[in-house]
């Protein structure tokens, strides 16, 4: 059996996480049987669909890796073949037309609630034999009995008794085709076979099938995946940090690990917890998926992020650096500067946009290094100004300026005056960095070398 997913949002905002996340399940689980994924583009809703929008969740499905098969289909460009296959249905008799006005249809449902019934159109049109004229409607003839079943990938079998259901309607009166019709058409048309959705699309399910048993069609194999919660255990929004993908892209993660994270919140391959893309390909087989929701964890989101950022070649980060130290106002910066103290920042960061802020005091001129107010007040009284001078003098006195040797000189300043390094180290620091936290003196002043180190000495001892 040839394996095709598909991933089908509305172009009426930008991709989110519960979206990507579905995503991520279609492509995974196509690559891992060496199947197909493509990616269709609901954009029927003519009102709220946009192409920025349609443009936003194309550069995020980039973004994260999930390459698709083909062109993007676009139903809106498809309305001429799903009214081909309402007719398919009006001739095999599985489907009719219909005149009743929505306010109709409504006290029809109202007569049904009244009497204790399922509220649902009753069926009035079925043995009319209407043909098509004016804003008439067309609607599939349920069966009378019976129940629609199906194994789910995920929940696993699941029934509906069609007295449930009622004859819905499949094309609307000015022509165009509903949501449940122009799912199955595509999907028959695009030869799908597995459709693994949010649970939120189980009520749809039946009806769905429904119309691919009057198509004489078999339908594709389904998989609903539960919803993502927030830590309190409701719906997800952004008062619990959730953000669509393009926000997380500007925020400095990587695709890789948002990938990781939104996989595992559903999913699980015994109890390892960080994947390479690769990994992830070999392992989800569509099995291990969990029936109940997962919660959100921006903390646990960023520790993944950090896990990731570590085990990448300080080379690459470089590249994806770069948009981020640019961001922030240093314009013409020392590149291989930037390069060299990567190695420093990598394990102390979570992303890439806090790697970037936490190196701007090492890149930025010395006149311009920002100092923090009550870091100077603390660490650069009197005493910490003579501990900077003195060891300014040391650093002009090396013969030769490297890690060691400043290392050395810092140690011996120690030493000779009988202090101890907290004694110096804080005023030092603030003196390089404006603050008192970062990677190792010693790298940092090596990395700035004698004359940006000297000119950021005197600076901190003028103020």
Not at 65 to 80: D, T
Not at 162 to 190: F, H, I, P, S
Not at 340 to 348: E, G, W
């Amino acid at each position: 059996m040839s394996i095709v997913t598909r991933f089908a949002p509305s172009p009426t905002g930008h991709l989110h996480i519960g979206g990507a996340r579905t995503a991520i399940f279609s492509w995974l689980f196509a690559r891992h049987y060496k199947g197909q994924f493509v990616l269709r583009i609901e954009d029927t809703d003519t009102e709220r669909s946009t192409q920025e929008y349609t443009d936003s969740i194309l550069a995020s499905m980039g973004w994260l890796g999930l390459e698709w098969q083909g062109e993007p289909v676009r139903q809106s460009e498809r309305f001429a073949l799903y009214q081909q296959y309402v007719q398919k249905l009006l001739d095999s008799g599985h489907a009719y037309w219909c005149d009743c006005s929505p306010e109709e249809v409504e006290r029809m449902r109202e007569e049904a609630r009244a009497k204790g019934e399922k509220p649902k159109y009753n069926g009035k049109c079925r043995t009319r034999g209407l043909a098509p004229a004016g804003n008439r409607a067309v609607r599939l003839r349920v069966p009378d009995s019976g129940v629609v079943a199906f194994d789910d990938m995920i929940k696993g079998r699941i029934e509906f008794s069609v007295d449930e259901l009622d004859d819905m309607v499949l094309q609307r009166g000015g022509g165009a085709a509903t949501y449940n019709m122009a799912v199955v058409v595509d999907d028959v048309e695009m030869k799908i076979s597995h459709v693994i959705r949010g649970d939120d699309h189980v009520n749809n399910t039946p009806k769905q099938i429904l119309i691919y048993q009057a198509l004489g069609v078999t339908p594709p194999a389904f998989g609903h995946v539960p919803m993502i919660l927030g830590p309190d255990k409701q719906k997800l929004s952004k008062r619990h940090g959730a953000k669509a993908v393009i926000d997380y892209q500007s925020d400095g993660l990587l695709p890789e690990a948002l990938v990781n994270y939104l996989v595992r919140l559903g999913w699980s391959h015994g109890d390892q917890e960080i994947f390479s893309m690769d990994e992830l390909v070999q392992f989800f087989d569509g099995k291990n998926l969990n029936s109940s929701p997962a919660s959100f964890d921006p903390e646990k989101l960023l520790w993944v992020n950090a896990q990731h950022l570590r085990a990448k070649d300080p080379a690459q980060i470089f590249s994806l650096l770069l948009p981020y130290l640019e961001k922030l106002g240093l314009g013409g910066f020392d590149h291989e500067l930037a390069q060299k103290a990567i190695h420093l920042y990598q394990p102390r960061a979570e992303s890439l946009d806090q790697m970037a802020a936490q190196m701007l005091p090492l890149l930025c001129p010395a006149s311009q290094l920002v100092y923090d107010q009550s870091a100077v007040e603390k660490s650069l009284s009197a005493e910490g100004k003579a501990h900077v001078r003195a060891l300014a003098e040391a650093f002009e006195g090396l013969s030769v300026f490297d890690r060691d040797s400043v290392q050395q000189a810092i140690h011996g300043y120690v030493e000779k005056n009988n202090i101890k390094f907290k004694a110096v180290g804080p005023a030092l620091r603030v003196a390089i960095l404006g603050s008192t936290g970062g990677p190792d003196l010693s790298d940092i002043i090596f990395l700035l070398g004698p004359t940006s180190t000297k000119a950021r000495l005197e600076r901190a001892v003028s103020l």
